[in-house]
């Protein structure tokens, strides 16, 4: 079957292309030629039908060749051995699997068309490749199924809810750049201290600060930095509107030290930062000697950026009376017995004080829990806890677990296995 003129200019650019363009995939070059064939069908040369509900046989073995003469210059473009094609193809709610023919028959050129031919067959490997990429189509349109499900059900008990009690775990702070304590961030983040064979816990330690304080120190400063310099994302503005919209108010638990939460604008007064606040100082030695703030010692700690460590005439001392001790951050480290945790008491207090109002005020409460591991549970205990306190005070309260681990987003009235901000951003 030749085409003319008056189709060779598209099917020449179609059956061409991979010349122009490089190597094309196995569903670019099924698209190029059944396009081909259609144009080919649409001259009288061919025939396209679709496979579904076609009880005929159209497909048998043969030769789809073009043959246009343009600018002096012979094209042709077979597809050799045809066999019934599929193809999955849909968008993130649907995937729609489409079945194209194409039988054509040529006798003309068989040189020209074989070698076309032999160019645009597919490999051994090509309809597993589409079957892989049909098989990925599928998995990711249910993940987002799943994903718009629990986004409508929580939404769903926010309508209901007149209170919020958030509960914030390091899931929450990764999503704006942070690092974790259980994830890879600390080689990444601190590869001079990483080469020196330490790690998160060996610095988040009291001992660190007594056997080198310098190290520890330009390691606290320069995280303490790096928390103030970067923008909480903005899951963190959609989460104080909606707690501020609340007629019961809304209180914040949360076991990080990185300061996000008031850099978003949470009223301080509403927080709980039960492991401290890297905000804050208290002295090494003497933990009774009281605790202050640090945003006026971190600037003045100078760090040499080579060993990442501080200049010992610039480390932060205790504000007490006659002593000259190092200070260290008032946050809760490993193995430590010395934290004054007297700020953290204070909160705890407060939080209980509101959630006493709560029962009082039979108020519906939901408990929304955000990046908390099973790790370390401290989160994850207070969410229970305060669940179980509102419901024996006959409060309605929902356990909502925010989390990409789908275990980890378990144990509570609804499981949202998907990132923070990947969530908040839909409420």
């Known amino acids: 079957v030749c085409v003319c003129v008056c189709v060779s200019c598209e ?22 030629t059944s396009r081909a064939a259609q144009i080919l069908g649409d001259s009288g040369g061919g025939r396209m039908s679709e496979a579904e509900g076609d009880a005929g046989n159209p497909c048998q073995d043969g030769l789809v060749a073009a043959e246009v003469n343009d600018s002096g210059a012979d094209v042709a473009g077979v597809l050799k051995n045809q066999r019934e094609c599929s193809v ?21 050129k068989p040189t020209t068309a074989e070698h076309a031919g032999k160019q645009l067959n597919t490999d051994d490997n090509d309809d597993s490749e589409l079957e892989d990429a049909a098989a990925a189509a599928r998995a990711a349109a249910a993940v987002e199924e799943q994903k718009r499900n629990k986004i409508s059900q929580l939404q769903a008990i926010l309508q209901q809810c007149d209170a919020l009690l958030l509960l914030c775990g390091a899931g929450l702070s990764v999503d704006s750049g942070l690092g974790a304590y259980r994830d890879n961030s600390f080689a990444r983040d601190f590869p001079v201290l990483a080469a020196q064979g330490l790690s998160y816990s ?18 606290y400063a320069t995280r303490i930095r790096t928390y103030n310099a970067t923008q909480p994302h903005q899951g963190y503005a959609t989460l104080l509107k909606l707690a501020k919209a609340l007629e019961g108010g809304y209180f914040v638990v949360t076991s990080n030290e990185d300061m996000q939460l008031a850099q978003a604008g949470f009223d301080a007064e509403h927080i709980v930062e039960c492991h401290g606040s890297l905000a804050f100082l208290q002295c090494l030695s003497t933990p009774r000697h009281g605790i202050w703030k640090s945003e006026k010692h971190i600037p003045k700690i100078s760090v040499d950026a080579a060993t990442l460590e501080a200049s010992e005439e610039t480390l932060p001392r205790c504000q007490a009376h006659r002593c000259s001790s190092v200070a260290r951050p008032n946050v809760l480290l490993f193995g430590d017995s010395d934290w004054n945790s007297d700020r953290t008491v204070r909160q705890q207090k407060r939080l209980q004080t509101w959630l006493e109002t709560c029962v009082t005020s039979k108020r519906k409460v939901l408990v929304l829990e955000i990046g908390a591991g099973t790790a370390v549970p401290t989160i994850r205990a207070q969410s229970e806890r305060a669940v179980q306190e509102l419901r024996s005070g006959n409060c309605k309260a929902w356990l909502v677990r925010i989390n990409p681990s789908a275990q980890e987003a378990g144990g509570g009235d609804l499981a949202v296995p998907f990132g923070a901000a990947e969530v908040l951003k839909f409420l």
């Open 11 to 32: 099917v020449a650019a179609l059956l061409t292309a991979k010349h122009s363009n490089g190597p094309l995939s196995q569903t670019q070059r099924f698209r190029q």
């Open 202 to 219: 060996d610095l988040a330690r009291p001992s660190a600060f007594s056997e080198n304080a310098r190290r520890a120190w330009g390691w």
């Open 88 to 108: 999955e193809d849909g968008d993130a709610a649907s995937s729609v699997a489409k079945r194209v023919c194409v039988s054509v028959s040529s006798n003309d």
